[in-house]
């Protein structure tokens, strides 16, 4: 079989390609690459694609339009070493005889670490006192608490790889988890330890609220005044899935109160812009959506790709198969 490596990103490409990645592929396929440094337009992609029973993408990898599906006529396979696909192929993709595949299974651990991360640095403030140290002003042991992860309610909007993982990792701290989603039944809910909830009760019950839900139309703008006004003082909200889930200006405005506090690795525009208002607040942590960068698990998403095209050619389950169902619910980008 013939498989083609259409990453040119030069970092990516020496991220993602170890030695150990690129013999395991070799071991079953040949192997071609795009040029590194070169942007394939559309046409180019389709005039190369035809040879090609496989096709590893990741993120800046052309896209897969109906000229070049059209074109692609022995590929069997395509593997994005990144999470939503959606940006590489359309429906289309679904009705041929291709299977698609992505890595989001090993994004979404990085991503939830990165979660529960900034539920700590929030919880315990610590943007907000090292910040404050380096004024030259130390804590009151004799009036200063803070929120803490231990023993608190965690409401989790959204159901996917992510917070499952998210749900794992917070077990030894005895949280209790509401979650909020149209895609875990009840009796899954019971399984894993968690209670169901409507949209607004979570907000309401919720010490801290960390946002996973995909960016669709459906979603876009879920999160309102109407749902950040019944956070509780001194809660704090955090979004590590996009930004475009919540109304901007009505999370501007409820932190503009100093009431609560927010945790946010994703913007309505990146990169953020030097003079936005958030990177103003004292009550904001904002990190640039770093959530995919655990050193392990980036460099694994080609090593994950590899193998679920190794599974294909044996015949085996795929770990990463997305289905036109799922698709339908992904993140346009």
Do not use: H, P
């Given at each position: 079989m013939k498989t083609l490596i259409a990453i040119s990103n030069e970092d990516l490409r020496e991220l993602f390609w170890q030695e150990a990645t690129e013999n395991k592929l070799a071991s079953f396929s040949q192997i071609d690459f795009i040029p590194r440094g070169i942007k394939l337009s559309s046409d180019d992609f389709a005039e190369v694609i035809g040879e090609y029973d496989a096709c590893i993408t990741s993120w800046g990898s052309p896209s897969f339009t109906n000229e070049v599906l059209a074109r692609a006529i022995n590929l069997k396979f395509i593997g994005h070493s990144a999470g939503s696909v959606a940006a590489i192929v359309n429906e289309e993709v679904f009705y041929n005889a291709i299977t698609v595949t992505s890595a989001n299974k090993v994004l979404g651990l990085s991503t939830a670490e990165c979660a529960v991360s900034l539920m700590f640095a929030g919880a315990w403030d610590l943007s907000g006192y090292a910040s404050r140290l380096k004024q030259g002003k130390w804590s009151n042991n004799s009036r200063e608490t803070v929120l803490g992860l231990s023993r608190r309610v965690v409401g989790l909007v959204g159901y996917g790889e992510i917070s499952r993982n998210v749900i794992r990792m917070l077990q030894p701290f005895n949280v209790k988890i509401l979650l909020h989603?149209?895609?875990?039944?009840?009796?899954?809910a019971i399984a894993i330890g968690v209670e169901r909830c409507e949209l607004n009760e979570l907000f309401e019950r919720s010490d801290i609220v960390s946002m996973h839900n995909t960016w669709t139309p459906k979603t876009e703008g879920m999160i309102g005044a109407e749902?950040?006004?019944?956070?509780?003082?001194?809660?704090?909200?955090?979004n590590t899935g996009r930004a475009a889930t919540v109304q901007e200006q009505a999370l501007l405005e409820e932190l503009r109160t100093g009431r609560i506090f927010a945790a946010l690795d994703v913007f309505i525009n990146e990169p953020l812009p030097i003079n936005h208002v958030l990177l103003t607040l004292p009550n904001v942590l904002c990190v640039p959506h770093i959530g995919g960068y655990h050193g392990l698990y980036k460099r694994e998403l080609c090593d994950f790709i590899v193998e679920e095209l190794h599974r294909f050619v044996k015949g085996e389950a795929l770990l990463g198969k997305v289905s036109l169902e799922h698709y339908r619910r992904s993140t346009p980008r």
């Open positions: 989603s149209n895609y875990c039944s009840e009796e899954e749902q950040l006004k019944r956070l509780r003082d001194g809660a704090l909200f955090i």
